[in-house]
C-alpha cells in the first residue's frame, strides 16, 4: 500500500487480537522510528517506554479508564517528559553534535547559548508544555509508520500518569508519562475493523493560497 492506502487503512483499533504479537523486526522499526521523530531544535526531550509483559500491562487497565486494548495489544508504548528540563540537557545534546558532526565550538556556541537562555528563562510549566508537544510530534509519526507497516496502534490521552508513573518506576528515571499506544494487530471481531473512516472532504480542511 501507498502512503494514503496506508492511513485510509489505519484507525483507533477498539479490539485486538491477543494471539497476534509484532516480531522483532517490527517493534525495532517503531523504536528507530521514535528515535528519528523530528524534535525543537533536535533537542529530543521525550522517551518512550516499551511494555511487553501481560500481567503488567493488565495491572495499567484499571489506569486507563479500563480500555482493554492495553492489556491485549502485543505491546504498550508510554510516551514520556522529563519532569525536571535544565541547561544540563541542552549542553548534553550540543556535546553530542560536537562528537557526531565535529563541528567546531565558534560555530557551536552561540546557538547552544540561545537555547541555553531560552530554557533558564521558561518556568516548570513552560517547559513541560513545550516537552509534551514533542510526544504529540513522536506520536504522530509512531502511527503513521506503524500504519505503512500494517501495525495496528490506538492512540490513548485517557489514562492516570500518576499512577503509569508509580507502576513502571518512572520517577527515578526523572520522567512522567504523558501517552499511551498500544500496537498490534485488529481483531477479527473489533466492530469497528469494517467500519468506513469518517473524514470531511480535504477541500473543505485545506486552505490553498
Known sequence: ?????????????????????????????LKEAFNLTAT?????????????????QQ????HSWNQG???????????CIPKEYTVKDVESYFTLVKEVRNTPDEILNPFKEMLSSSIANKTSEELRSWNKNQAYIALGNLMT?????????CPMEGFIPEKYDEILGLDKHNLTSVL??????????????????????????VIEL
Not at 485510509?8 to 491477543?18: H, L, N, P, Q, T
Request: charged share 30%; no cysteine.
Open 1 to 29: 500500500m501507498n502512503s494514503i492506502e496506508s492511513l485510509e487503512w489505519r484507525y483507533a483499533v477498539k479490539k485486538f487480537d491477543e494471539n497476534k504479537s509484532l516480531t522483532e523486526t517490527q517493534i525495532n522499526t
Open 40 to 56: 525543537s531544535y533536535g533537542l529530543q526531550p521525550i522517551k518512550m517506554v516499551v511494555i511487553q509483559n501481560k500481567e503488567l
Open 59 to 62: 495491572q495499567l487497565v484499571e
Open 69 to 79: 486494548q492495553v492489556a491485549q495489544a502485543s505491546h504498550v508504548l508510554v510516551l
Open 145 to 153: 509508520v506503524a500504519a505503512n507497516e500494517q501495525i495496528d496502534s
Open 180 to 205: 499511551v499506544l498500544p500496537v498490534g494487530f485488529r481483531a477479527e471481531d473489533d466492530y469497528m475493523k469494517d467500519l468506513k473512516k469518517v473524514r470531511r472532504k480535504t477541500a473543505e480542511v
